[in-house]
């Protein structure tokens, strides 16, 4: 820093710097986008069948993976200036700009908040005004003294001490009771990127489409044109109720302090973490809803021996993008997210390398090849789930309720209640070339 430099100046200079940064790398990504355009239109001509042995050995599609993992750097690259660009300006005490993927920056700071706290309100009570007028906070002494007046005689006080035994009968320190202390929720992400629709009906029928159509070509004057082909199949995604219910004595839920908020957050919450485990994984056996994962016709690039994590997860977005769609998310188990995350680079000793996604003490974008990552315990450790999430809906013929009753078996003569939590809904894919899985092993 130069000796007539201020500490804001300098916080400018670094920020003018990485506007910069950010704009060269905006300008490397639009020419990476068009690369992967290009790779992709030159797969689509080569007329290569992913579902055949060798497809992912061939030139196009070696061509499509590098470019879509270029892009997907780039993004990365992106969102981590971002986030730096949003650091400075929060130094500078100045507002950030949105979050280009979608969030609206940094929360108001604290010291906002207790800004606008006015004390003189204290200061206007009618107890202080009453203390001020009764004298309690003159004195004549330097630090100042408060004549309290006689408590207790000497006899009386050791009487008390006397009585105050282990169980506590007099109340000498009185229990410390806080009621029903709220758990920790994990956010259910899953369900906000699945697009979320109604229906009226007990089962959706609809048409699926398991290859978009191809063949379209430049045709002269009065030549016959040619014909595209389109493959659907029909399919049906049943409605499912998903419940759940606890019986609890009914002078429980009148005089404990906050059990019906708790049982109304807690019930909700395990029927929509069902429905989010259902997604991902249900197979479509009994009243199970059929999940992603088990859908017939999604994505599946084998595995190649020698790939880690991100090498399998970028096979699953190529995959994806050739078959015209647009990955916005990866769902990862929280031991592969966890692997990711310790990947290291290879400097030819064990575990001295750096992090390839970003320091521990780094504030890091969670994306990886420039997607939205999740973790979720019920995505199976090595399979990894990529997609486009507008390829599946969540139709919701009955959102989450809490219903409660005493009718339910002997509940009225024991006076107790029912209470129940249950959802109504039905999960069409309508495109499983939408998604893919990344294989591990």
Same mark, same amino acid.
């Given at each position: 820093?130069?000796?007539?430099?201020?500490?804001?100046?300098?916080?400018?200079?670094?920020?003018?710097?990485?506007?910069?940064?950010?704009?060269?790398?905006?300008?490397?990504?639009?020419?990476?986008?068009?690369?992967?355009?290009?790779?992709?239109?030159?797969?689509?001509?080569?007329?290569?069948?992913?579902?055949?042995?060798?497809?992912?050995?061939?030139?196009?599609?070696?061509?499509?993976?590098?470019?879509?993992?270029?892009?997907?750097?780039?993004?990365?690259?992106?969102?981590?200036?971002?986030?730096?660009?949003?650091?400075?300006?929060?130094?500078?005490?100045?507002?950030?700009?949105?979050?280009?993927?979608?969030?609206?920056?940094?929360?108001?700071?604290?010291?906002?908040?207790?800004?606008?706290?006015?004390?003189?309100?204290?200061?206007?009570?009618?107890?202080?005004?009453?203390?001020?007028?009764?004298?309690?906070?003159?004195?004549?002494?330097?630090?100042?003294?408060?004549?309290?007046?006689?408590?207790?005689?000497?006899?009386?006080?050791?009487?008390?001490?006397?009585?105050?035994?282990?169980?506590?009968?007099?109340?000498?320190?009185?229990?410390?009771?806080?009621?029903?202390?709220?758990?920790?929720?994990?956010?259910?992400?899953?369900?906000?990127?699945?697009?979320?629709?109604?229906?009226?009906?007990?089962?959706?029928?609809?048409?699926?489409?398991?290859?978009?159509?191809?063949?379209?070509?430049?045709?002269?004057?009065?030549?016959?044109?040619?014909?595209?082909?389109?493959?659907?199949?029909?399919?049906?995604?049943?409605?499912?109720?998903?419940?759940?219910?606890?019986?609890?004595?009914?002078?429980?839920?009148?005089?404990?302090?906050?059990?019906?908020?708790?049982?109304?957050?807690?019930?909700?919450?395990?029927?929509?973490?069902?429905?989010?485990?259902?997604?991902?994984?249900?197979?479509?056996?009994?009243?199970?809803?059929?999940?992603?994962?088990?859908?017939?016709?999604?994505?599946?690039?084998?595995?190649?021996?020698?790939?880690?994590? +991100?090498?399998?997860?970028? !096979?699953? /977005?190529? *995959?994806?993008?050739?078959?015209? @769609? #647009?990955? $916005?998310?990866?769902? &990862?188990?929280?031991?592969?997210?966890?692997?990711?995350?310790?990947?290291?680079?290879?400097?030819?000793?064990?575990?001295?390398?750096?992090?390839?996604?970003?320091?521990?003490?780094?504030?890091?974008?969670?994306?990886?090849?420039?997607? +939205?990552?999740?973790?979720? !315990?019920? /995505?199976? *450790?090595?399979?990894?789930?990529? @997609? #486009?999430? $507008?390829?599946?809906? &969540?139709?919701?013929?009955?959102?989450?309720?809490?219903?409660?009753?005493?009718?339910?078996?002997?509940?009225?003569?024991?006076?107790?209640?029912?209470?129940?939590?249950?959802?109504?809904?039905?999960?069409?894919?309508?495109?499983?070339?939408?998604?893919?899985?990344?294989?591990?092993?």
């Amino acid at each position: 820093m130069s000796p007539t430099a201020t500490p804001n100046q300098t916080i400018r200079d670094r920020l003018k710097a990485v506007r910069a940064q950010i704009e060269q790398v905006r300008d490397q990504r639009a020419a990476l986008a068009k690369d992967r355009e290009d790779a992709k239109d030159a797969f689509a001509r080569a007329d290569i069948d992913l579902s055949a042995a060798g497809a992912h050995d061939t030139a196009e599609f070696k061509a499509a993976e590098q470019a879509v993992g270029a892009l997907g750097e780039a993004d990365d690259q992106l969102a981590d200036l971002q986030v730096t660009e949003r650091g400075l300006l929060g130094m500078l005490g100045e507002t950030t700009p949105p979050d280009s993927r979608g969030g609206n920056g940094p929360t108001p700071d604290l010291m906002d908040t207790l800004k606008a706290w006015d004390g003189r309100k204290l200061l206007a009570a009618g107890a202080y005004q009453e203390a001020r007028e009764s004298g309690t906070f003159t004195s004549s002494h330097q630090f100042g003294s408060v004549a309290l007046g006689e408590i207790a005689s000497r006899d009386q006080f050791q009487s008390f001490l006397a009585d105050v035994g282990s169980d506590n009968k007099l109340g000498a320190t009185a229990a410390d009771r806080r009621g029903f202390i709220q758990p920790l929720l994990k956010p259910l992400t899953l369900l906000d990127i699945i697009p979320v629709g109604t229906t009226d009906s007990s089962s959706v029928e609809y048409v699926q489409v398991v290859a978009i159509p191809t063949g379209a070509q430049e045709t002269a004057e009065l030549q016959p044109k040619p014909p595209l082909g389109l493959t659907t199949v029909d399919a049906t995604a049943p409605v499912r109720t998903i419940p759940g219910y606890v019986k609890l004595a009914r002078q429980a839920l009148d005089d404990v302090a906050g059990l019906s908020t708790l049982i109304n957050t807690l019930l909700p919450y395990e029927v929509r973490r069902r429905i989010e485990s259902q997604i991902l994984s249900g197979d479509g056996v009994g009243q199970n809803l059929k999940g992603i994962l088990n859908t017939s016709g999604i994505g599946a690039p084998a595995f190649v021996a020698g790939d880690n994590t +991100a090498d399998a997860i970028l !096979r699953a /977005v190529t *995959v994806i993008i050739l078959s015209d @769609g #647009d990955p $916005n998310f990866v769902a &990862l188990n929280p031991i592969t997210w966890q692997d990711l995350l310790l990947m290291r680079e290879n400097t030819g000793g064990p575990n001295t390398g750096g992090y390839l996604f970003g320091s521990p003490g780094m504030v890091t974008a969670p994306t990886i090849w420039g997607l +939205a990552t999740t973790a979720n !315990r019920t /995505v199976p *450790v090595a399979t990894p789930l990529v @997609g #486009d999430a $507008n390829g599946a809906t &969540l139709l919701v013929r009955e959102g989450v309720n809490i219903k409660v009753s005493d009718s339910d078996q002997d509940d009225f003569t024991r006076n107790r209640v029912t209470v129940l939590a249950e959802a109504r809904v039905a999960l069409p894919v309508w495109r499983p070339a939408s998604f893919a899985k990344a294989a591990l092993s």
